[in-house]
């Protein structure tokens, strides 16, 4: 009993989900102020082209219009969430690069009057080719999309594990297959906004932004508008979903900020949704061919890797992104000699971002088809030759990550279990099929220069905990996450826990949501700060207690001698104790973490342990093709999942259904689709994710192990099951109708035309 | 996204909205709003008056009389389907009516704005500035068109689905003006001219649609298909209409052509004839060349074909061992 | 031309001064700040705008405010009953059918129309009328569960 927790590991709706049932949660768009200006943006309706005169004169006197700027007006400075890959301007300077482009901003007294003025700036354009295919797009003598960036190619890398020649040679089997993955929209149901206000007489702009980096963002918009960090404070309100889309920064921050700070009035931007489609971020679109070497076993032995990311017209988190694809090859299999390289060429088109995988979802692609594809010319069972190479606990992976726990051959078993695979794997009848694909991912990365997070706990005079977190909830419930720890650690209940999160003027610095960080790094840190605030109090009862504090315990808002549950004090009586012990008031905890590491790994120039540590994941699909129409029904999935010890299982699981819809999306309905350029489809009526009617069953399975190093034996749950959700659908197409598809999405059009040859 | 400025009527009698039709060239009716208002916030349709219909109280009715089951045009879709006549006897209909976008479309929009909604096509459905990025188009106003390369020819699709469903049932509308109404086949309502889509003459309205008792005789069904299964419009849509017992068939086909388009050539072949495996198999093949769809959506014009002949196919296969 | 209209809201009437090209959405958020209507894609494909006209659900960025006049309007801020939460909203809080919260309003208000038109919906008839309210977080079970729930309490005198 003393060991069981109370609050960590339960299933808790989280902190704020009333407000969000009740409509009372207020998201950006939520909030105003008096004397709001409404911002717009006019975007580039070529796909190419330089700037050579912007005539802002008419917009400007249209009535009600206060303010226009274009490029030239914003300090001269690059903005980008990848430092070293900073290659956008707030607004372009001097050149367009793709359909949708910021070109200038307006702002006015009503939306609808910055609607109207956008279409009087008058901008003479001098068109130049475009390029909208990346293998076009790298040859020489191609467009310059950026100048002074050779072939397009703004990020190569090219890395040897092992002796890949050797291994090659000494396998028994070699297989090369190439593999598409589309490009995919985040689609998070709130758009982008952001509303900024100024206050001379500080010289500090506040902007409340939906975004999932309160902190890049500051350093961004400080950079950029010259003013100093300290001066900037981004305030995060609710968001309406990210899922990456919101890891970066846009015209609209920059803009917003920029009138504030002339104007002297806050300024709301909002985009519309067919600027989130277009002129935000995608899932990069990836042409991958992966050739493996294997032992008649169906063993592993080299792997070479080639891809080419259609990166779109800037690099966004280009870098990061090639090299998480790169090394998460090696998870959860074990590769021990692996050759990849990999391009992220710039297009004139849309721009490539952080999805959820975030580079990893296409490689899985690529990796768990052919997988499927070895096992059938090896005349092995697709499930066996997944356990034969799992890597596990302990054992090496060859870039040096390092693997305390691991649940992966596990999930694979009970993944295959739960669908029936001895049963139904080659088994039922034409048209239906099962298959299965594993993933693993990192929770959050380590010892990268920020990457690191802070947390400050207040116990008040009436026992009441106050958390300062930098975490940036964005809908999946970090918030309620960090202050489930900080109750088990402090021994009361979730509801005596205020938290107050993403403000960078108030909060402790962290990096945001991005690389499925939150739950261990913000965590520990709240845990530590917590811890902190504890050892203080715990110093005061053990005295009263006529105990050791090393013996004391805090549960259920009681503190006990450990062995003897008799000797107990409410933390209620303990805190009036240490008042009128003069103690001084309040008592506060402070934790910064960050992932333990012995070298610096940037994952770039250094290989090393990624990560603080990794999840596991297995997807198994069940599938009907219905060979009328084509259209392939995704039954039912499965999905096992090693996230270590979850913190709120109903929030976990709450993150698998989602990643598994979404991967369903992937896998057979949504496709950005771009002509020209010009995507076809910005809308939600043309873009078509997943409605309820397309739900499959869902059937999600816990794999516990217990993590050293995450806070009470946690991984993370947000992005992994993404991974492979596309894999596993179409691996079981395969099962029902024997075709191979290596390209997504598998359309009901492409079922048809592919039965049509079969039967040829 | 803002709608255009406009001025807004709401007249209380059908005469009354006539004349308001008359009086300004440049007025569009209002019913459920669901297909004109994204329509006008996209600024492919900017009417100078809106005229709202909803308040005109007697178009909101289904009815029997003499065995003509009668639907006034303001009727929801939702009451079209979930009215007990429709439903039992016209599967057709209330298989089409409930598969239109969603439940709220469902609710908001009306039969008579589902029958009478623009055609559609992917250069056309989008936002003004979206459009600026090439030429203005024919059927917007300009010069050219981006799917076929011929002047001053608009071929987007007509994508409704309740069209097709009706026209298999025989359906008769009525167009009311101030002083004059008219009755015709609900096929005769649709110009095949891409641009101006409807025959409907100066300051006329569609006020009912009346379906003869003979339908009910028959057989009938409505297939769709799409990409997902609720919100989007058809990539093709299929009406059948079978009489076994009097060997009489009739098909139609949505989101192929620039009207809702019967198929001719396919209910030849099937007239006289008992349903069968190899009947079902011709017939799907002849329906497959129905049309000649275009390039107006992302779906290919070659799997629209197909996905005529199949759905037909699946419509006929339901009618197989039918009493009726 | 500015015109001033009556909307009875959540039983309350308020006047306020519209032009007839505003929505209904825009005339609730931007004029009366009643901002737990949201705009997910303002074209009438999401049902973040969801509001109940006269019981049944509308997508109010597809709606005229001049046609909402003489029509009871309800939005989530007028579900509740006597202060406390409805039904629906405890249960999407305790079944974890909400994560960001931005498609929630929409999804509960669709979801009373469902209940109260019929007391034991089957769970493909919640589908099929709530398929037009999007959710990008959740993968919809946990929202199917919530309102099922529901469901099954009425009826058993809970
Ligand atoms: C996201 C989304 C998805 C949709 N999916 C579908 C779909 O799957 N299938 C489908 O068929 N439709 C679909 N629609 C379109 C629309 O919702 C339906 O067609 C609906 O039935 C239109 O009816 P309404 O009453 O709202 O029409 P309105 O928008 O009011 O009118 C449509 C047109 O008809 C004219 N009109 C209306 N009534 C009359 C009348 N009595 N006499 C003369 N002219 C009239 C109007 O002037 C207007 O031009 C969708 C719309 C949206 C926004
Ligand atoms: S078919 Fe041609 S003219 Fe007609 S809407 Fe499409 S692009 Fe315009
Ligand atoms: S905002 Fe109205 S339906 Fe999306
Ligand atoms: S909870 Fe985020 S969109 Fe539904």
Redesign the interface.
Known sequence: MENELNVVGQRLPMHDAAAKAKGTAQFTDDLTFPGMLHGRILRSPLAHAKILRIDTSKAEKLPGVKGVVTGQDIPDRLYGIVPKARDEYALARDKVRYIGDDVAAVCAIAPEIAEEAIELIKVDYEELPAVFDPFESKKDGAPVIHEGIKNNTSFAIKKEFGDVKKAFAESDAIFEDTFFSQAVNHAPLEPHAAIAQYDPLKGEVTIWSSTQIPFFLRRNLSNTLQIPESRVRVIKPKVGGGFGQKIDMFAKDFCAAWFAMHLGKPVKFIYDREEVFISTRQRHPMYITVKTGMKKDGTILAQKFQSYADGGAYNSTAPTMMALSCFFLMIPYKVPNLFYEGYHVYTNKPVGGAMRGHGIPQARFAVERQLDLMAGRLGLDPAEIRLKNSIHAGEPHSAGFVINTCGFSESVKKAADAIGWKEKRGKLPFGRGVGLAGASFPSGVSNMSHISSGAVVQVGQDGAVNVLSGAADIGQGAETVISQIVAEELGVLLEDIRITAADTGITPLDPGTFGSGVTVRAGNAARLAALEAKEKLFEFVAEKLEANPEDLIAKNREIFVKGSPGTVMTIKDAIKGYQYADLPMPIVGRGSWMAPTDEPTTLFEQDGNFAPNYSFMTQAAEIEVDLVTGQVKLLRMVTAHDCGRPINPMLVEGQLEGSVVGGMGQALYEDVIVEKGQVMNPSFLDYGFPTFLEMPQIETIGVETDDPIGPFGAKEAGEGTQLSPAPAIVNAIYDAIGVDFMELPVTPEKILKAMEEKGK | ????????I?PKSIEEASAFLLDEPGAKI?AG??DI??NM?HRVELPSV?I?I?KIPELNTIRQDNGVIRIGALTPLKKVYESPIIAENLSALSSAASSV?????Q??GTIGGNICQQNRC?YF??????R???PTCFKAGGEICHVVNKEEVCYSAYSGDVAPALMVLDAIIILQSKDNSREMPLDMLFSGNGKAPLNLKEGELLTEITIPGKAKDGFSTYLK?A???????PIVGTAFWASIKKKEYRVAFTAVDRKPLRGGSVEDFLKGKDLSEEVLEEASQIASKEASPVKTS???PS?KR??MG??L??AIQEAMGREK | MKKGIELKINGDNYEVLISPNNTLLEVLRDKLGLMGTKQGCDLGACGACTVLINGEAYLSCIMLAMDAVGKEIMTIEGIEEDGLLHPLQTAFVEKGGLQCGFCTPGMILTAKTILDEEEHPTEDTIKKKMSGNLCRCTGYKKIVEAVMSVSEQTGEGA
């Open positions: 996204m803002r709608l255009p400025k406009f001025r807004y709401e209002l709003g669901t208002l994204p916030k809106v709202n909803k976008g969603s439940y709220h479309h609710t908001m992917k459905n989008q936002s003004q500035w979206w600026s990025a090439r298909s990409n997902r299964e609720s919100i989007d419009f992302v779906y290919s799997y197909k996905m199949l759905l196919r699946s």
